[in-house]
């Protein structure tokens, strides 16, 4: 069983940055593939961004890429998503996900292949 707590939501400014966190329990954090997904108000649950177990694969919504940057830091269990030039349309709870791929550098913007998940961190991007 994973736990996924994240962390940094809070209130910018449209064109501002910020960045959120995940961390994970347990010991065995370099064997999950990692995601962000986000929900806004009256809308379905999204991909942002995935990345693989060891950092060697990365993929994002083409909504966010060259805005935003997922990383991970597998000694401290944690995953970040770097959001820089924010936009209203940003504004959404955003959700860690993980699921176990073992020794492969597989990643999924499907939603239904995440078998852990967070409770979610709001972002409020104001214009």
């Known amino acids: 069983q994973v736990q996924l707590v994240e962390s940094g939501g809070g209130l910018v400014q449209a064109g501002g940055s910020l960045r959120v966190s995940c961390v994970a329990s347990?010991?065995?954090?370099?064997?999950?593939?990692m995601g962000w997904f986000r929900q806004a108000p009256g809308k379905e649950r999204e991909f942002v961004a995935t990345?693989?177990?060891?950092?060697?694969?990365?993929y994002y919504a083409d909504s966010v890429k060259g805005r935003f940057t997922i990383s991970r830091d597998n000694a401290k269990n944690t995953v970040y998503l770097q959001m820089s030039s924010l936009k209203p349309e940003d504004t959404a709870v955003y959700y860690c996900?993980?699921?176990?791929?073992?020794?492969?550098?597989?990643?999924?913007?499907?939603?239904?292949?995440?078998?852990?998940w967070g409770q979610g961190t709001q972002v409020t991007v104001s214009s």
């Open positions: 990345i693989s177990r060891g950092s060697s694969r990365t």
């Open positions: 347990g010991r065995t954090f370099s064997s999950y593939t």
């Open positions: 996900s993980a699921f176990n791929s073992g020794t492969s550098d597989y990643v999924t913007r499907d939603m239904n292949g995440y078998e852990y």
